[in-house]
């Protein structure tokens, strides 16, 4: 079973920053797509960001502009820089691997954005 471990949620004010970090094996980081999805309480959940293993990025419109994705191949560990949160951010976000029938999950960390 594959392990993704995910750091960095928290509490924070409107207009705030977060940082989530996921770490992955290093033989799923090379090979595999890598994204973040959110499930807010009686939602579904949804693609936040991903990004392949060239680095190239794709982004839901709600954070296009605000959310930053990216990895770092020497600490097979991948970030989503969240700027100028707003409530509607609230959710609990997952760290996801995948690679064609191969698709893993993170146990989740809850970001709550709020006064």
């Known amino acids: 079973q594959v392990q993704l471990v995910e750091s960095g949620g928290g509490k924070v004010q409107p207009g705030g920053s977060l940082r989530l970090a996921c770490a992955a094996p290093?033989?799923?980081?090379?090979?595999?797509?890598m994204g973040w999805y959110r499930q807010a309480p009686g939602k579904q959940r949804e693609l936040v960001a991903d990004?392949?293993?060239?680095?190239?990025?794709n982004y839901a419109e709600p954070v296009k502009g605000r959310f930053t994705i990216s990895r770092d191949n020497a600490k097979n560990t991948m970030y989503l820089q969240m700027d100028s949160l707003e409530p509607e951010d609230t959710a609990v976000y997952y760290c996801?691997?995948?690679?064609?029938?191969?698709?893993?999950w993170g146990q989740g960390t809850q970001v709550t954005v709020s006064s």
């Open positions: 290093g033989n799923v980081f090379k090979l595999y797509k």
């Open positions: 996801n691997a995948r690679f064609g029938m191969y698709n893993y």
């Open positions: 990004i392949t293993i060239y680095s190239s990025t």
